[in-house]
Structure formats: C-alpha cells, structure tokens
C-alpha cells in the first residue's frame, strides 16, 4: 500500500516539481521588535512576505511562528526554509485535496509570519515552528501560546537536531504547557493524524538537502541525531494532538528544497508532502 500512494503522489507532484513558486517575491516589512533587554534580536532588518490581517478571508494560509533566539540555543533561526517551503507545500495542499488556500492576484499561496503575543495567531488554526532547539520565548509569548493550544490551535515544531536542542526546547515548551499536566508521548504511527488523507507507514529521517546530496546521510549529527519517533502533546481534556514535534528530522528542508534534486525529491518530498498534508488537515479537523 505505502508503494501504491507514494508512486500516485509521486505522479501529481512531479510536474511541477522544478517550476512552483519561482516568482519573484513580493516582500512586506514588517517590524517585530527586539527583546526589551536586548539579549536576542528578531533580524529585525528581515524583510518578510507574508498576508497582512486584513487580508485573511477564512480560507487556509500557512502560518509562521516568529521568534527570537537564545545565543545559548542549538539552531538556525525562525526563518529557516522561509518563504519556499510555506509557499510550497500549501501549493501542494491545493494539488492533492479540496481546501481553498488563499492566493495572491498571481496564484500563489498567502501565508502568515506572527510572532506568539500578536493577536494575528488566533486567526491560525495550524502554526509551524522551526529550528526549535534555540528558540526563546518569555512569560507573555509562552501565556499566549498555552491559550491559542487549549482554544484549538495546533502547533508543529521541526528541525531539531541532536539532545541538546532537543532538551532546549523542553525547557521552552514547558513554559508553554508544563510536563506536569502536559507530557510529551510519543506518537504511535497508528495514531489517526497519520490517516486523515494519507495512510503514513513510517516518519522518515529527512536531511537538508546539501548532506543527502553530497553525502548520501540523513542524520545530520551523526550518533546524536538517530532517528526518533514522532512526538506531540495532547490535550487531557479530548486527546486531541496540540503539539506535533518531529525531530531528528527536516521537513521543511523537503518541502523548501525539492527542485534541487530529482533524487531527493523521491525519497524525501513526497512522503514528507504526505505527512504535511495529514498534519494540517488533522489540525484543522480536531
């Protein structure tokens, strides 16, 4: 079976696989602040692309989490894979199921950057967080994170590598929902957010594309970074997945990069776009 949709998948998404989303961007500035301290700037001087408030009409845009990170952390930066892999697998989305993405007067996907005390992260029923292992977040940003999750809201985290990051960001994420009430399990593959469109047999390991590329490896620290399964937090109240982490891996290099290599582009996008549509598709049914 997992042969069967992966060559069906593999057929939609392959015309377009070197054309999507080569447009020029049309960048918005837009200023976020900085730390009042002024310990971790918010590359204030990035320009981002994203749908202003007003804009936002009902209809699905993928929604970044902007956040600033802690020069003690373990990773890139909230902007890793920004804009492609945001643009791309919405696109994809539009592809392979029915649910109206907003567009832009040339067809391409809308998408949302917020930071997590902007008001614009109650209009997201889905938000993706990346390179999670250096975010820092204060009372205020993990306050209103805990309230968007418990209100419905879905959080996924990726591209975290290796147990340093991935004990930085339970050092985050327990500000956000405490250990106590809110454990982090991990998610069998029998779990219903890996059917909701897709029968998903396995999470793969994902690389960045240059490791995979020049190196044929997927496990970007080596014996650090084995391969783990997913994992989430889930509301005790209904069961619901609030936050889906997957680590050890890196979709969003699947989903920013898969022009690059048609090799790649097999192995890794097209499962990777499976997962992507199973996940916000859960998150916006539960």
Same mark, same amino acid.
């Given at each position: 079976?997992?042969?069967?949709?992966?060559?069906?998948?593999?057929?939609?998404?392959?015309?377009?696989?070197?054309?999507?989303?080569?447009?020029?961007?049309?960048?918005?500035?837009?200023?976020?602040?900085?730390?009042?301290?002024?310990?971790?700037?918010?590359?204030?001087?990035? *320009?981002?692309?994203? *749908?202003?408030?007003? *804009?936002?009409?009902?209809?699905?845009?993928?929604?970044?989490?902007?956040?600033?990170?802690?020069?003690?952390?373990?990773?890139?930066?909230?902007?890793?894979?920004?804009?492609?892999?945001?643009? /791309? &697998?919405?696109?994809?989305?539009?592809?392979?199921?029915?649910?109206?993405?907003?567009?832009?007067?040339?067809?391409?996907?809308?998408?949302?950057? $917020? $930071?997590?005390?902007?008001?614009?992260?109650? &209009?997201?029923?889905?938000?993706?967080?990346?390179?999670?292992?250096?975010?820092?977040?204060?009372?205020?940003?993990?306050?209103?994170?805990?309230?968007?999750?418990?209100?419905?809201?879905?959080?996924?985290?990726?591209?975290?590598?290796?147990?340093?990051?991935?004990?930085?960001?339970?050092?985050?994420?327990?500000?956000?929902?405490?250990?106590?009430?809110?454990?982090?399990?991990?998610?069998?593959?029998?779990?219903?957010?890996?059917?909701?469109?897709?029968?998903?047999?396995?999470?793969?390991?994902?690389?960045?594309?240059?490791?995979?590329?020049?190196?044929?490896?997927?496990?970007?620290?080596?014996?650090?970074?084995?391969?783990?399964?997913?994992?989430? %937090?889930?509301?005790?109240?209904?069961?619901?997945?609030? %936050? +889906?982490?997957?680590? /050890?891996?890196?979709?969003?290099?699947?989903?920013?990069?898969?022009?690059?290599?048609?090799?790649? +582009?097999?192995?890794?996008?097209?499962?990777?776009?499976?997962?992507?549509?199973?996940?916000?598709?859960? *998150?916006?049914?539960?």
């Amino acid at each position: 079976m997992r042969e069967r949709w992966t060559r069906a998948l593999a057929v939609v998404l392959a015309g377009t696989a070197v054309t999507l989303l080569n447009g020029q961007q049309s960048l918005v500035q837009t200023p976020f602040g900085i730390d009042p301290l002024g310990r971790f700037p918010l590359a204030q001087s990035r *320009a981002v692309d994203a *749908a202003l408030p007003e *804009a936002y009409d009902g209809q699905f845009q993928f929604c970044r989490l902007r956040f600033r990170n802690a020069a003690d952390g373990d990773g890139g930066g909230w902007f890793v894979d920004y804009p492609r892999a945001d643009e /791309n &697998l919405s696109a994809r989305l539009m592809e392979v199921t029915k649910i109206a993405i907003g567009q832009d007067r040339r067809g391409r996907p809308l998408h949302m950057v $917020t $930071t997590a005390s902007e008001p614009l992260l109650m &209009l997201c029923p889905f938000i993706m967080m990346t390179e999670p292992g250096g975010a820092f977040l204060d009372q205020e940003e993990a306050a209103h994170l805990r309230t968007y999750l418990l209100k419905g809201g879905f959080l996924w985290v990726d591209d975290s590598w290796g147990g340093y990051a991935w004990n930085w960001w339970r050092q985050q994420l327990a500000f956000i929902l405490p250990g106590g009430e809110y454990p982090v399990v991990d998610l069998p593959i029998d779990h219903p957010l890996f059917r909701t469109l897709f029968t998903i047999e396995r999470v793969p390991q994902i690389p960045n594309v240059g490791l995979w590329v020049g190196q044929r490896q997927t496990s970007e620290r080596g014996s650090d970074s084995p391969e783990t399964p997913p994992r989430a %937090v889930l509301d005790p109240r209904t069961g619901r997945v609030m %936050v +889906f982490m997957t680590h /050890n891996t890196d979709f969003g290099d699947a989903y920013e990069e898969e022009a690059v290599s048609p090799d790649y +582009f097999r192995r890794f996008s097209t499962v990777a776009y499976a997962v992507g549509a199973d996940v916000i598709i859960y *998150a916006m049914t539960h």
